[in-house]
């Protein structure tokens, strides 16, 4: 959810927003889809780390640039083939049978898609709506948040290196 509340922060607008989520949305659904079905594996040793350092570049470049990049929506669907990866990882401890696989991608999916647009719905009602015009936006909103969202990933990423 870090990253996709660090996709939001850099440009609140509709539009980038979405280019974003939907490029994130199809490129983790296409790694999960291909991981479950065990046509993709990576080891999770790698895959979280990964992960963990994609959120913490998107938080850095938040704080380093101004305006949305056009090869934001290209690196953001990078990223998210590895989300994906690591989602497949997530549902795979669950351990289904067979039968259920594509039950349980779909309605998966579907979670992480609603709590993906919860996330940026609640940024949106809180800062967006009211600040994202605003002078003030940047200074008080997305340079905190982001640099409190690179701290984290990069807490991740040290934690899942080390474990």
Known sequence: MLFVLGIYLLSGRARSVFLQVSAFTLAHSIT???SMYGLLNVSP???????AISIAYVAIEN??????????????FAFGL???MGF??????????????????????LGVEAGQLSVIGA?????GWYGAE???????????ASALI???AIYWTVVRIVA
């Open 63 to 76: 704080l380093l640039l101004s305006e949305l990049r056009p090869w934001r929506v290209a690196l953001v």
């Open 32 to 34: 999960l889809g291909l």
């Open 150 to 152: 690179a701290c984290i």
């Open 123 to 127: 940024a949106f009602l809180v800062v």
């Open 45 to 51: 040793k790698i895959v979280e780390p990964v992960i």
């Open 82 to 84: 590895l989300h994906g």
């Open 88 to 109: 497949a990882g997530a549902l795979q401890e669950v351990g289904l049978p067979r039968s259920e696989f594509l039950t349980a991608l779909l309605t998966f999916n």
């Open 134 to 144: 605003r002078t003030w936006y940047r200074s008080r909103v997305v340079l905190p």
